[in-house]
């Protein structure tokens, strides 16, 4: 009987939810849901045309427009992120840019503990092979 778990959804999905799990308990404190994590890194680079981050986020957590359209609305009322120009386009308020880089450190820790002792190849293997699943998966959505 072998010990070695099959690479498939199941053992995709706990890994994630596991992280998730522990990224919620980080993030909890600053009223955030994961939704939000995922907008605020998403315009830590710069501001985004609102379009823009809906789609990234419709696509990426596989949820709705008015779900995300909410989430964003969260955001701007707890000025984290603010609406500039006729675009619009979306960016950081500085309690955005505070609250994003205290997201940041919890991820970099939490990626520092789970990750800090698999071999470097090894990591580079599963983010190729996740990179190929997660393709194929949205190439199915767009197609359906």
């Known amino acids: 009987m072998s010990t070695t778990p099959t690479l498939n959804g199941q053992v995709i999905g706990q890994a ?11 993030t909890g404190p600053l009223g955030l849901s994961f939704g939000q994590v995922v907008a605020l890194n998403a315009l830590a680079a710069g501001p985004v045309e609102r379009a823009q981050l809906v789609h990234r986020i ?3 957590l596989k949820i709705d427009e008015p779900a995300v359209r909410e989430l964003i609305d969260g955001l701007v009322d707890a000025d984290l992120v603010q609406v500039d120009g006729p675009a619009p386009h979306l960016r950081l308020t500085d309690t955005g840019h505070a609250t994003q880089t205290r ?8 990626t ?3 990750y800090r ?7 580079e293997v599963a983010a190729r092979v996740l990179t190929v699943v ?3 998966a949205n190439a199915e959505l767009a197609g359906a």
């Open 16 to 26: 994630h939810y596991a992280t998730r799990a522990l990224l919620e308990r980080a």
């Open 58 to 60: 419709t696509s990426t």
């Open 103 to 110: 997201v940041a450190d919890a991820v970099a820790g939490i």
């Open 112 to 114: 520092a503990r789970l």
């Open 117 to 123: 002792d698999i071999p470097a190849g090894e990591a």
């Open 134 to 136: 997660t393709q194929r």
